[in-house]
């Protein structure tokens, strides 16, 4: 089997709005690189995988019979790997010209790198100051409430200037490349987390070996909506991974 120097692996669950922009985007600025594209799909109930199979036939297409959750859907597409790098991505992610490209020769630099994260931004290219150290309580709780959103601005790391590439303790999960060896060595997310926290765990072991770093001079862009921390269930969903997390920790 021909080895693919890059893969990508996407999650979708009702995505039909947000697929199309990423892998136009994905597919256009990788041009000229050996990229092999998974989508895994969490039963959708939209149009998802139909527009995929239309429009993308080069992209290939997993289906579960039911919605495992995040982790659960990279862990498939992961068993299906041969890449050197890979990329997870959220199917919110919009490209940039030469992410990618520079995200690669990056790794490729710096062998000591586990994942590298590059800046996220928001779609009028403002930057989304998304967390870079461990989760604690005063981060994903306090700094909710306004006399406590210092925290948050700790857990971001936000008033320091990143002019260069450094090291962090934890890469977001809406987009990173990971070396495909280590993903596959630390078997791939934590499939007790359906979603939260996910991201956070899977750093904390790859700097078990390996370094977890903010790349600052290449950018995607993140179409982000919060949605699923409005409802009830998402609420319960994240409160539910977060005691797994800090239980799985707490030493």
């Known amino acids: 089997m021909e080895r693919k120097p890059i893969s990508a692996g996407i999650v979708t669950y009702n995505n039909e709005k947000e697929i199309i922009p990423c892998l136009s985007t994905l597919i256009e600025y990788t041009r000229g690189l050996n990229i092999e594209i998974y989508v895994f799909d969490n039963h959708s109930e ?21 919605n495992h959750g995040f982790g659960y859907g990279h862990n498939q597409i992961l068993r299906c790997l041969t890449s050197k790098y890979h990329m997870v991505v959220n199917p919110d992610i919009q490209f940039a010209r030469e992410t990618v490209a520079k995200l ?33 309580i005063s981060y994903v709780i306090l700094s909710k409430f306004k006399p406590f959103h ?16 450094a090291r962090i303790l934890s890469s977001t999960g809406c987009f990173f490349m990971i070396r495909t060896d280590v993903f596959k060595e630390n078997h791939g997310f934590d499939e007790r987390f359906f979603m939260y926290f996910e991201d956070a765990d899977l750093s904390r072991r790859v700097r078990r070996k390996k370094a977890v ?35 799985k920790w707490r030493k």
């Open 104 to 136: 690669e020769r990056f790794m490729e630099h710096y062998p000591n790198v586990g994942i590298v994260t590059p800046k996220i931004k928001n779609m009028d290219g403002s930057e989304q100051l998304l967390p870079k150290k461990d989760p604690k």
């Open 150 to 165: 210092h925290f948050r601005d700790q857990y971001t790391r936000a008033e320091e200037e990143f002019l260069k590439p």
């Open 213 to 247: 770093v903010f790349f600052p001079n290449a950018w995607v862009y993140h179409a982000w909506k919060r949605d699923n921390t409005r409802s009830l269930k998402g609420i319960r969903i994240f409160l539910t991974s977060m005691i797994k997390y800090f239980w």
């Open 46 to 66: 939209d149009n998802t995988v139909a527009l995929i199979r239309k429009c993308f036939p080069e992209v290939h297409v997993l289906q579960s019979d039911e």
